[in-house]
């Protein structure tokens, strides 16, 4: 068995400076690479607007590709249920949670691989404002039968106030032995670094913020062509910014 974590608890995680990227250009070039077209399938997008289960089967040589959204002003308890029911499946589980306010966002993912030689691939990010409550509650089960199996799983987050709370507890339940699994969260702030080096270059502070926030949830919507989806979480990042005095 191959598996490791980073901060499972992830509570009392101490708030680091995240790096979005080493330049401006790189910042810019994130946004494009999740605006453009995508080749080939591309993920499936739920925007969450009140809570709601979702439960998904997959069987054997089947693929679900799943990208949840959460603008700010919504809050709601999202429990994700997937079953993997057949050798070859694939599976790509990604949210995004963008949260100012009052809201209270929480994810709750049971990802559970009751056959073998699957692949399980998770990547939620949140930016937390205001006095948000945001929560990220996520467990990889791995059946005894369901060797040669991967799961990985990353939960990672930006508190932009003082008063918002994340919480984030991702875990591991592997009765397997030959599988390749890891978990992992993290919780922090904006690298000022990155962005005194942003001004630097003549980019107005408010806006190299904006940057780094779009850098940040870029991995969660690539491959997502849909450019008015794209348009509005832009311009909630603006509002968090605008809003907030980050």
Known sequence: MDSNSSNPAGAAAELRPYSAA?????????????????SGDRPAVIVVESSRPE??????????????????????????????TGPGATVDLKGLYLSSGKDQVTFNIAMNHHAGGSISRQLFNGLASGEAKC????????????????????????VLSDEALVNTKPQLEIYADDVK??????????NEDE????????????EAKV?????FVAPVLSGIDDEILATRIENAIRSL???NNV
């Open 181 to 190: 699994c890891s978990h992992g969260a993290t919780v922090g702030k904006l």
């Open 211 to 215: 940057l780094q926030m779009i850098s």
């Open 55 to 84: 439960n998904f089967v997959v069987g054997a040589g089947e693929r679900l590709d799943v990208t949840f959204v959460v603008l700010p002003g919504i809050s709601a308890e999202i429990p994700v249920t997937v079953d993997i």
């Open 195 to 206: 962005r005194f080096y942003m001004r630097s270059r003549g980019i107005p502070e408010e």
């Open 241 to 243: 910014v605008g809003n």
């Open 22 to 38: 080493a330049s401006p250009e790189l910042c810019r070039r994130a946004k494009r690479e999740w605006t453009r077209p995508g």
């Open 135 to 158: 929560s990220f509650f996520g467990k990889i089960i791995v059946a005894q039968d369901a060797q040669k199996s991967e799961a990985y799983q990353e939960n990672h987050n930006i």
